[in-house]
């Protein structure tokens, strides 16, 4: 135990941190991180989003459009601490890059908009760094904005998000006058003048003491209630020390069981340094978080960040640029040198790596070697894809891939010239190898290649890419949604028989089976919504029949009865059985599961569904009621509204299909002034169904 406290304190990964920066879109996620590298000294002149000489937001893409669009990341210096930044996207149909970048994080501050508060993409990034178990900050960005309210943002935080807010400063000033903030664990004052990059320090205010105060001694309390060792000196003495308040605010980060808050304005350059500060002393070093956990032969097992251990990393961004194809990597344990050849484990193939690169957006500085706790990308591995773990050859390990979710948009693409059609199948190849969120395929029936995504404008910028990156004049079909099938009323004890003999050894399978639909709590697999079980006695049907027949039947889920669409929610129960003693065979099992539940669907009234979003739109008073006229004309479901300074917040479930081309109407209704975010909300029955549920056939 002691030996293991001796190398923490001594190793050097204790002076790195790994962190995101997360956000709804235009809260300020990507000015925050350009004054992160200015203040560091990494950049010398503060890039800014409107002028499109951030260092992050480099795609040409992300600079005409205003928004970051891919994860960047960059890495910097601060007294004495190595920080790997990756900037993530805030648009929802991006939330792929920030599952990604999540993955991999050890920690993140959470930018939110000190006059909006928790905007609805600020919720969906939140809730997937809580699936990553990825300790916060929170940074309260925006206080020089007009309506700017510090108090009423962390309530919104406390409301809507569900941590303890630990709000560790308090702003001098408001609005247009906010100058500074008062640090309450020190009880300082820092004051940022117009045209001076760093702080001025010095005691806090008189006319400001006493509600400083006030604020210190909420914020220990709120500790005492969540610290034990803090409570117990806050009870011995009715009061906390700041190195006991400051190492109780560390370990409520990193467990997770409070939010530390701070504030500032990061366009005017206010709060930056603090903030840094913040990240040091209590997001959590690659040896603050659990040891990764991985697969060896199947097992389950444990790798320590520790550079002398085996080497393994997980690859999650692939990038292919002029200076070649660069592959992203979170190095967890080992030393990677130059030179090397690891293993693709996933793949089972080897990799050199001919080059280590110090990432700074789309700049690089070449390395050595890469040690546990690293982020760095790398060129060389030709196959690896995000999600992929490259490991030592001789130490195998496998670990856990991001999630990719299910892409729910769709549209037809072909090359307007002929000569170039041959280019585009690699160019979208490409393409879908960078961004696994997106899904390519060709349409069985009229031959047109499909690209799928996460939404429109995602679709709209892996079009755009095609086009500026290779050249390509493209044609572009209407979007199409990913429509879903499902039982409404199941079938009991269908019965059949696969049968086939052709002169050589034959086949056979008896099935007899069961089909209802799964009930939302079921116990099905959660990505496809099937269960399947068997109530086989006596040994009619072998187990490894069984498994064939639960194989067949996943076949089976790609192409419903209705029109072709993927089947979901429904539960399939083998009852019985027979075999013949010579021509049965998992094949014929297989082909049995696959057919009979075709033809079991068949029998059963089925239901079409279709996507939906939850869309939050933000207008102009005036403009309320064509808004929700609308919606309401695009078959959406008011859900809320709520009023807002300057402008009503209006909450919908509207279908994906009626959303195309919403981003225009609303800037015509609003004369520019509406927004909207919108979320998958799963499926619901599509229009045209019957009262109970079935579409007549």
Same mark, same amino acid.
């Given at each position: 135990?002691?030996?293991?406290?001796?190398?923490?304190?001594?190793?050097?990964?204790?002076?790195?941190?790994?962190?995101?920066?997360?956000?709804?879109?235009?809260?300020?996620?990507?000015?925050?991180?350009?004054?992160?590298?200015?203040?560091?000294?990494?950049?010398?002149?503060?890039?800014?989003?409107?002028?499109?000489?951030?260092?992050?937001?480099?795609?040409?893409?992300?600079?005409? /459009?205003?928004?970051?669009?891919?994860?960047?990341?960059?890495?910097?210096?601060?007294?004495?601490?190595?920080?790997?930044?990756?900037?993530?996207?805030?648009?929802?149909?991006?939330?792929?890059?920030?599952?990604?970048?999540?993955?991999?994080?050890?920690?993140?501050?959470?930018?939110?908009?000190?006059?909006?508060?928790?905007?609805?993409?600020?919720?969906?990034?939140?809730?997937?760094?809580?699936?990553?178990?990825?300790?916060?900050?929170?940074?309260?960005?925006?206080?020089?904005?007009?309506?700017?309210?510090?108090?009423?943002?962390?309530?919104?935080?406390?409301?809507? %998000?569900?941590?303890?807010?630990?709000?560790?400063?308090?702003?001098?000033?408001?609005?247009?006058?906010?100058?500074?903030?008062?640090?309450?664990?020190?009880?300082? #004052?820092?004051?940022? +003048?117009?045209?001076?990059?760093?702080?001025?320090?010095?005691?806090?205010?008189?006319?400001?003491?006493?509600?400083?105060?006030? /604020?210190?001694?909420?914020?220990?309390?709120?500790?005492?209630?969540?610290?034990?060792?803090?409570?117990?000196?806050?009870?011995?003495?009715?009061?906390?020390?700041?190195?006991?308040?400051?190492?109780?605010?560390?370990?409520?980060?990193? +467990?997770?069981?409070?939010?530390?808050?701070?504030?500032?304005?990061?366009?005017?350059? /206010?709060?930056?340094?603090?903030?840094?500060?913040?990240?040091?002393?209590?997001?959590?070093?690659?040896?603050?978080?659990?040891?990764?956990?991985?697969?060896?032969?199947?097992?389950?097992?444990?790798?320590?960040?520790?550079?002398?251990?085996?080497?393994?990393?997980?690859?999650?961004?692939?990038?292919?640029?002029?200076?070649?194809?660069?592959?992203?990597?979170?190095?967890? #344990?080992?030393?990677?040198?130059?030179?090397?050849?690891?293993?693709?484990?996933?793949?089972?193939?080897?990799?050199?790596?001919?080059?280590? %690169?110090?990432?700074?957006?789309?700049?690089?500085?070449?390395?050595?070697?890469?040690?546990?706790?690293?982020?760095?990308?790398?060129?060389?591995?030709?196959?690896?894809?995000?999600?992929?773990?490259?490991?030592?050859?001789?130490?195998?390990?496998?670990?856990?891939?991001?999630?990719?979710?299910?892409?729910?948009?769709?549209?037809?693409?072909?090359?307007?010239?002929?000569?170039?059609?041959?280019?585009?199948?690699?160019?979208?190849?490409?393409?879908?190898?960078?961004?696994?969120?997106?899904?390519?395929?060709?349409?069985?029936?009229?031959?047109?290649?499909?690209? #799928?995504?996460?939404?429109?404008?995602?679709?709209?910028?892996?079009?755009?890419?095609?086009? /500026?990156?290779?050249?390509?004049?493209?044609?572009?079909?209407?979007?199409?949604?990913?429509?879903?099938?499902?039982?409404?009323?199941?079938?009991?004890?269908?019965?059949?028989?696969?049968?086939?003999?052709?002169?050589?050894?034959?086949?056979?399978?008896?099935?007899?089976?069961?089909?209802?639909?799964?009930?939302?709590?079921?116990?099905?697999?959660?990505?496809?919504?099937?269960?399947?079980?068997?109530?086989?006695?006596?040994?009619?049907?072998?187990?490894?029949?069984?498994?064939?027949?639960?194989?067949?039947?996943?076949?089976?889920?790609?192409?419903?009865?209705?029109?072709?669409?993927?089947?979901?929610?429904?539960?399939?129960?083998?009852?019985?059985?027979?075999?013949?003693?010579?021509?049965?065979?998992?094949?014929?099992?297989? +082909?049995?599961?696959?057919?009979?539940?075709?033809?079991?669907?068949?029998?059963?009234?089925?239901?079409?569904?279709?996507?939906?979003?939850?869309?939050?739109?933000?207008?102009?008073?005036?403009?309320?009621?064509?808004?929700?006229?609308?919606?309401?004309?695009?078959?959406?479901?008011?859900?809320?509204? +709520?009023?807002?300074?300057?402008?009503?917040?209006?909450?919908?479930?509207?279908?994906?299909?009626?959303?195309?081309?919403?981003?225009?109407?609303?800037? #015509?209704?609003?004369?520019?002034?509406?927004?909207?975010?919108?979320?998958?909300?799963?499926?619901?029955?599509?229009?045209?169904?019957?009262?109970?549920?079935?579409?007549?056939?």
């Amino acid at each position: 135990m002691r030996t293991d406290l001796l190398r923490h304190l001594t190793s050097p990964l204790t002076a790195v941190r790994n962190l995101g920066i997360l956000a709804h879109v235009d809260a300020g996620k990507t000015t925050v991180t350009e004054r992160i590298l200015f203040a560091t000294g990494t950049t010398h002149k503060r890039g800014e989003v409107h002028d499109g000489t951030t260092v992050t937001d480099f795609d040409p893409q992300e600079r005409d /459009r205003g928004i970051t669009i891919f994860a960047a990341a960059a890495s910097c210096a601060w007294d004495g601490h190595r920080i790997n930044l990756i900037d993530t996207p805030g648009h929802v149909d991006f939330a792929d890059e920030v599952e990604r970048s999540l993955r991999v994080l050890d920690g993140a501050i959470a930018v939110f908009d000190a006059v909006a508060g928790v905007e609805p993409q600020s919720e969906s990034v939140w809730r997937q760094a809580d699936r990553h178990g990825v300790p916060r900050m929170a940074f309260v960005n925006k206080l020089d904005r007009a309506g700017a309210d510090l108090d009423t943002a962390v309530e919104s935080i406390r409301r809507r %998000l569900h941590p303890a807010p630990l709000v560790v400063q308090m702003p001098i000033g408001a609005e247009a006058d906010f100058t500074g903030v008062v640090d309450l664990l020190r009880m300082r #004052s820092l004051i940022w +003048t117009d045209g001076i990059d760093t702080a001025e320090e010095g005691p806090v205010p008189d006319a400001l003491r006493a509600e400083a105060l006030r /604020r210190r001694r909420l914020l220990e309390e709120a500790v005492a209630e969540l610290h034990p060792s803090a409570l117990e000196e806050f009870c011995a003495a009715s009061a906390l020390g700041e190195r006991t308040l400051a190492r109780a605010l560390r370990e409520l980060t990193c +467990t997770g069981d409070g939010l530390v808050v701070l504030c500032g304005s990061a366009y005017r350059n /206010r709060g930056v340094e603090p903030l840094l500060d913040a990240v040091v002393a209590y997001l959590p070093s690659p040896l603050d978080v659990p040891a990764v956990r991985g697969t060896v032969d199947g097992v389950e097992r444990e790798r320590a960040a520790d550079p002398a251990a085996p080497f393994a990393a997980l690859a999650f961004k692939v990038q292919a640029g002029a200076t070649g194809r660069l592959t992203y990597l979170r190095v967890y #344990s080992g030393t990677l040198r130059k030179g090397e050849t690891v293993m693709d484990a996933g793949a089972g193939r080897t990799e050199r790596i001919a080059r280590i %690169l110090r990432v700074r957006a789309d700049r690089h500085t070449e390395l050595e070697l890469a040690v546990a706790g690293d982020i760095v990308a790398v060129v060389g591995p030709k196959a690896a894809r995000p999600g992929s773990t490259l490991c030592a050859p001789g130490a195998p390990f496998v670990l856990e891939a991001p999630t990719v979710a299910e892409p729910v948009v769709s549209v037809a693409l072909e090359a307007r010239r002929s000569a170039d059609a041959g280019r585009l199948g690699p160019a979208l190849a490409r393409l879908v190898e960078e961004d696994p969120s997106l899904a390519l395929r060709t349409d069985p029936e009229t031959g047109q290649t499909v690209l #799928s995504g996460m939404g429109e404008l995602h679709l709209e910028v892996a079009v755009e890419k095609i086009r /500026r990156d290779h050249g390509l004049d493209l044609a572009v079909g209407r979007p199409r949604v990913t429509y879903r099938e499902t039982v409404a009323r199941g079938v009991t004890g269908l019965v059949y028989r696969h049968v086939k003999q052709d002169g050589g050894a034959g086949q056979f399978a008896h099935v007899v089976l069961d089909v209802e639909p799964l009930p939302p709590e079921g116990d099905g697999d959660a990505a496809t919504g099937f269960a399947f079980r068997s109530a086989v006695v006596g040994g009619r049907v072998p187990q490894e029949y069984v498994r064939a027949v639960e194989a067949g039947c996943r076949d089976a889920l790609a192409e419903g009865p209705l029109g072709g669409h993927r089947v979901t929610g429904l539960r399939v129960v083998l009852t019985d059985g027979a075999i013949h003693p010579k021509d049965s065979s998992e094949t014929a099992f297989r +082909t049995a599961g696959r057919l009979g539940l075709r033809a079991a669907l068949r029998a059963c009234s089925m239901l079409l569904l279709e996507p939906v979003v939850e869309v939050t739109v933000t207008v102009p008073d005036d403009a309320v009621g064509g808004v929700l006229g609308d919606l309401a004309a695009r078959r959406g479901r008011i859900t809320g509204s +709520t009023a807002r300074l300057g402008g009503t917040v209006v909450t919908a479930t509207v279908p994906v299909a009626e959303l195309f081309g919403y981003a225009t109407r609303l800037r #015509s209704r609003t004369q520019g002034r509406g927004s909207f975010t919108a979320r998958p909300a799963g499926h619901v029955r599509a229009q045209g169904a019957a009262s109970d549920g079935t579409v007549p056939r």
